[in-house]
């Protein structure tokens, strides 16, 4: 675990107003935090350099691009161990399906967020993907009805 980088007011809410909106121009972003845009440009630098802000990204409709069907898929791997775990996260993030993989405590290793075309796809993926592998003990399938999004995250303090 990395350790907590000291954030100011302005870093906080351009992180608030970027999370709401990566694709804000650099002019906007400074007139809504009261800034320069140069200082700006600074800030968000910084928060890139120091590993606060990973990363910006689209967020899709999978139902859109043709897989209606979610699920999380809770899987126990045995032996769970690192010469297994390693190449088994890298074919997980290797299938178009899976859109996010969490090594998780517990009676289950991993959790699998994956987009699927219909049940049959899904039942592939479980049977050809997963429990074909010696490593996979068990699979456990959840559907996902329906997602909410959480609002921008802020240290504890904030």
Not at 144 to 154: R, Y
């Amino acid at each position: 675990m990395s350790a907590s980088v000291e954030l100011s007011p302005v870093d906080l809410e351009i992180l608030r107003l970027l999370q709401n909106d990566a694709r804000i121009t650099n002019k906007d972003l400074a007139a809504a935090v009261g800034i320069a845009p140069s200082t700006c440009l600074d800030r968000v630098a910084r928060l890139r350099d120091t590993g606060v802000i990973t990363g910006q990204h689209a967020s899709v409709d999978a139902a859109k691009l043709g897989r209606p069907l979610e699920a999380f898929l809770f899987v126990q791997v045995r032996p769970h161990r690192r010469p297994l775990v390693d190449p088994f996260v890298a074919h997980l993030l290797s299938l178009p399906e899976v859109r996010a993989v969490y090594h998780l405590t517990g009676p289950d290793d991993f959790l699998a967020h994956v987009a699927t075309s219909s049940a049959g796809e899904l039942q592939r993926l479980v049977l050809d993907e997963l429990t074909a592998r010696d490593e996979v003990a068990r699979v456990h399938t959840n559907l996902v009805f329906q997602h909410w999004s959480g609002g921008p995250l802020l240290p504890p303090e904030a």
